[in-house]
């Protein structure tokens, strides 16, 4: 192809935004934030319930599909914060059973009717399951913790945008 149009079809995909000249990313970096998590535990299907849903009489007795558990969830069952971050959990356990939150490398007991703050701060980007250990909980009591890369992200906008017609910040 002679040079002119090499150059000339540069030029057509620069205009059209299918390529671009080669330097440095612009891409923003990301900025590690505090994230406010909410986690409470709820009751799904429990023995109290056998008085509302007659059938369960049959699932939580001997040899029923749910002898010996009792199927609890965390809400929200998925978290997703970014490699980084400080996760300020706060526990709600509205029930007057016990239940626990384990990562890999933390644990947190959820005493009945309790709520509970603690700090974690993920290692690395993955993708880590929690869970409720009690086992007459597992294994339906679970959910998962997404630690996202940094690169996956980029940075989120500084401040708010203005919403048209507002006053201005002070005015
Ligand atoms: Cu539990």
């Given at each position: 192809m002679p040079r002119s149009m090499r150059v000339a079809l540069a030029a057509a995909l620069l205009a059209l935004g299918c390529a671009r000249p080669p330097g440095p990313s612009t891409a923003p970096a990301y900025h590690p934030r505090t994230r406010f998590v909410t986690v409470t535990t709820v009751a799904l299907?429990?023995?109290?319930?056998a008085g509302v849903l007659p059938f369960l009489r049959k699932d939580f007795a001997?040899?029923?599909?749910l002898d010996g558990k009792e199927v609890y969830g965390f809400e929200p069952a998925t978290i997703t914060v970014v490699a980084g971050d400080t996760i300020r959990f706060h526990f709600v356990?509205?029930?007057?059973d016990e239940h626990n939150f384990v990562l890999p490398d933390f644990f947190v007991k959820l005493p009945g009717q309790t709520a509970v703050d603690t700090t974690y701060v993920p290692q690395g980007p993955g993708v880590y399951d929690f869970a409720c250990a009690i086992p007459a909980h597992l294994p339906m009591m679970h959910g998962q913790l997404v630690v996202l890369a940094p690169a996956a992200v980029g940075a989120a906008p500084a401040a708010p945008r203005p919403v048209a017609g507002a006053a201005p910040p002070g005015g």
């Amino acid at each position: 192809m002679p040079r002119s149009m090499r150059v000339a079809l540069a030029a057509a995909l620069l205009a059209l935004g299918c390529a671009r000249p080669p330097g440095p990313s612009t891409a923003p970096a990301y900025h590690p934030r505090t994230r406010f998590v909410t986690v409470t535990t709820v009751a799904l299907m429990v023995r109290e319930d056998a008085g509302v849903l007659p059938f369960l009489r049959k699932d939580f007795a001997k040899g029923g599909v749910l002898d010996g558990k009792e199927v609890y969830g965390f809400e929200p069952a998925t978290i997703t914060v970014v490699a980084g971050d400080t996760i300020r959990f706060h526990f709600v356990n509205p029930e007057d059973d016990e239940h626990n939150f384990v990562l890999p490398d933390f644990f947190v007991k959820l005493p009945g009717q309790t709520a509970v703050d603690t700090t974690y701060v993920p290692q690395g980007p993955g993708v880590y399951d929690f869970a409720c250990a009690i086992p007459a909980h597992l294994p339906m009591m679970h959910g998962q913790l997404v630690v996202l890369a940094p690169a996956a992200v980029g940075a989120a906008p500084a401040a708010p945008r203005p919403v048209a017609g507002a006053a201005p910040p002070g005015g």
